[in-house]
């Protein structure tokens, strides 16, 4: 991957997930041990807390973060944002099933630059999406644009383990050799699962993404931790 432009990233990402697709929400799953749905109604509660209006969420996949968002008496109405329409396909499969078509609206779209206008939504979230972005600083400071003043921006994400006891060491293990081993049985598709626990190797710790939410200009800037360490919701404020 270090390798190709971010073109070419960017490419391979929207390929790798639409070919995962069908499987995507059954290998969250069995590799979070159903953990990540609560992970992501803890992060959208945080998100929309206290304020009222349309919300977005951005990377959305399958669109399980816009259908908690859609389930909130706070939020009016939600847009889920992605660039692979395989994804956005099951999404809208999904909200039809759930009946929250009415309040959530699937669009294609890159969150480096974002189809909207400044200021529109009370909250901008992303779940597992940070990671995949080939220039996060441009992707934050979108997030901020679209987002009103005293708006949050929220991102649930797999980070880089840090400190030195045992955990740091040998979860990545885990996550390095029986991730590909569950994508291959599960997805078909071991270079898949292959990528994720590299691109988390290679990834941001909590306290660097707090930096990063800092540099975008945002403020009050704080993070939880979940899942023994190896997963944090990140939650701020536009200013
Ligand atoms: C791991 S999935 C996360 C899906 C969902 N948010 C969830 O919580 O399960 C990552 C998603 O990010 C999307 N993605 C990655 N980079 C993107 C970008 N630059 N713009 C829009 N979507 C992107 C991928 O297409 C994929 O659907």
Redo the contacts with the bound molecule.
């Keep these: 991957m270090a390798h190709l432009t971010g073109q070419e990233r960017?490419r391979y990402?929207?390929r790798m997930?639409a070919r995962i697709s069908r499987r995507?929400d059954l290998l969250?799953t069995v590799m979070t041990g159903g953990r990540?749905y609560a992970w992501?109604k803890r992060a959208t509660g945080m998100a929309v807390e206290g304020l009222s209006g349309p919300a977005l969420?951005?990377?959305?996949?399958?669109?399980?973060?816009a259908f908690d968002l859609a389930r909130r008496p706070e939020v009016t109405d939600v847009v889920g944002?992605?660039?692979?329409r395989d994804?956005l396909k099951l999404a809208n499969v999904k909200a039809s099933r759930q009946e929250l078509s009415r309040h959530t609206t699937f669009t294609a779209?890159?969150?480096?630059a974002l189809p909207f206008k400044d200021e529109q939504f009370i909250c901008a979230t992303?779940?597992?999406?940070i990671r995949?972005?080939?220039d996060l600083p441009t992707?934050l400071q979108e997030m901020v644009r679209v987002v009103r003043p005293g708006g949050r921006v929220v991102s649930?994400e797999i980070v880089r383990m840090e400190g030195r006891g045992p955990m740091p060491k040998l979860l990545p293990l885990h996550f390095r050799y029986v991730t590909p081993w569950l994508g291959s049985l599960l997805a078909g598709d071991r270079e898949a699962y292959t990528y994720l626990p590299k691109s988390v190797e290679n990834f941001l710790s909590a306290t660097e993404i707090d930096h990063a939410m800092s540099d975008a200009g945002l403020v009050n800037v704080r993070h939880k931790k979940l899942g023994l360490g190896t997963v944090a919701i990140h939650i701020a404020e536009k200013p």
């Design positions: 960017a990402v929207t997930f995507y969250n990540h992501r969420d951005i990377a959305t996949g399958t669109g399980d973060f944002l992605d660039f692979t994804m779209g890159d969150a480096h992303v779940g597992f999406g995949n972005f080939i992707a649930l």
